[in-house]
């Protein structure tokens, strides 16, 4: 197998594509000199909700601020006098989920995740409910680009009588079981631009997306510190704007997102029938259950008309060889990365809280087996073959034998 380069994210070879309409926009605004909200960023929007299928999109510094607006908001927060607040999320996710909620003085009470689609679990999440005492709100994670099932978190929400914040980060254009696009049914959707996302910007951006005008007219004034008119303050907000050249970027790649979709969703079809074809199970089957088969689970995947959009394609090996194919891909030039290596009830940070090791076992298995492969839309057919074929070698040689 001759050596060939393969990125986990090939930017430039996305900016080379679009460089003949990115930079006149890009030009355009800095002879504009507009560089704060205005036009550019109120069409984004409306291009934004349209794609998403909401009334309102609100853009906004990052998706980790989306997550700040989207719990404020909801009055989350600390509140004299009153017990500390408390919002479930998984213990699995990218840290600003979990982040967020303690920025504003609540309390993150994690949930663990399902082993097949590493999405938080509802059942799971039910009995911890039952254990709070102040719930204020819940965010599930649309992670890797897979939906939750929406049907049964909204029921959820219902019964508990609290908002679901749909944290969608990773999962612009993923659609749910019912094919509707996520970001659209919870309270409040909330999207990152940061520049490995499907959608990416040229530095920060986020958004939030929601059906309630109510909470849409606050949304709005609490990314400009809740003045209105200017200088006037009934609500405390801070500054959380999504600057113009972001959004007129943001433009530009949104008429290229379907194209990119359907190339990564390709990728991550080709990624899967090739490890298949060496023998791999997916993600349904733990790797302890079935240890003949080749030690590699590729993701399960979802069925017609749910979407997954693979903002990540993440594959299973055994936790004790995980590290050294990590090393072993690096020097064969093969991008990859650990989401996340550990998960957040066993935080330095939240330590406090009280989690230890063993609490979430699908959470900690899932850190400790996963790594995340190239599937950028560019990707070729030779890059991803001499991808697997790297994995397999390896895995083949190094897997620990079954007892
Ligand atoms: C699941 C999840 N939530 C929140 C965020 C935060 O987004 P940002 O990096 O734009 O603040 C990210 C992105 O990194 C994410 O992957």
């Known amino acids: 197998m001759s ?11 996305q900016y080379n594509d679009l460089r003949d309409e990115l930079e006149p926009v890009i ?14 960023v109120a069409e984004f929007e409306k291009e934004l909700a349209e794609y998403v299928g909401v009334k309102h999109a609100i853009g906004c510094a990052s998706g980790s601020d989306a997550l ?3 719990l404020m908001v909801h009055g989350v927060g600390h509140q004299k006098d009153q017990p500390r607040q408390q919002v479930i999320c998984p213990s699995y996710t990218f840290f600003s989920t979990a982040g967020s909620i303690s920025r504003l003085g609540a309390e993150p009470v994690f949930a663990d ?24 709100a819940i965010i599930p994670v649309h992670l890797f680009g897979q939906s939750i099932d929406m049907d049964a978190w909204i029921a959820l929400g219902e019964e508990l009588g609290v908002p679901i914040i749909e944290d969608a980060a990773q999962s612009l254009g993923t659609k749910d079981a019912t094919g509707t696009p996520v970001g659209s ?16 910007a040229f530095g920060d951006g986020g958004a939030v997306t929601t059906n309630d005008d109510a909470l849409a007219d606050k949304l709005r004034l609490l990314r400009v510190h809740g003045g209105k008119p200017k200088y006037y303050h009934s609500v405390i907000g801070f500054n959380s704007r999504l600057d113009a050249l972001q959004a007129a970027i943001l433009r530009v790649k949104l008429g290229h997102l379907e194209e990119w979709h359907t190339k990564r969703i390709a990728n991550a079809h080709r990624y899967t029938k090739l490890f298949q074809e060496n023998g791999a199970l997916d993600s349904s089957v733990p790797l302890t259950t079935n240890p003949e088969a080749p030690a590699i689970r590729t993701p399960t995947g979802v069925a017609d008309p749910a979407r997954h ?3 990540q394609y993440v594959i299973r090996v055994p936790a004790a060889i995980r590290d050294t194919l990590r090393e072993e891909l690096k020097s064969k030039n093969i991008g990859n990365e650990v989401y996340y290596p550990v998960p957040l009830h066993m935080q330095e940070c939240f ?5 230890t090791k063993g609490d979430l076992p699908h959470s900690e298995l899932a850190a400790a087996e996963t790594i995340a492969l190239p599937v950028f839309p560019e990707l070729t057919d030779e890059q991803a073959r001499y991808v697997v074929e790297t994995v397999v070698a390896f895995v083949n040689q190094h897997a620990p034998q079954p007892a």
Request: negative net charge; aromatic residues 10%; charged residues 15%.
């Open 351 to 355: 330590a406090d809280l009280g989690g």
């Open 309 to 311: 959009i693979y903002n």
């Open 68 to 70: 700040l607006l989207a």
């Open 113 to 136: 995740i399902d082993p097949v689609t590493y999405n938080m679990d509802i059942e799971h999440t039910r009995q911890l409910a039952k254990n709070t005492t102040n719930l204020a």
């Open 27 to 40: 030009r355009g605004v800095i002879e504009d000199q507009w560089f704060i909200m205005g036009p550019q």
């Open 185 to 200: 049914r919870g309270s409040i959707g909330c999207f990152s631009f940061f520049p490995s996302k499907n959608l990416g």
């Open 3 to 13: 050596q060939i380069n393969v990125p986990l994210l090939d930017l430039k070879a």
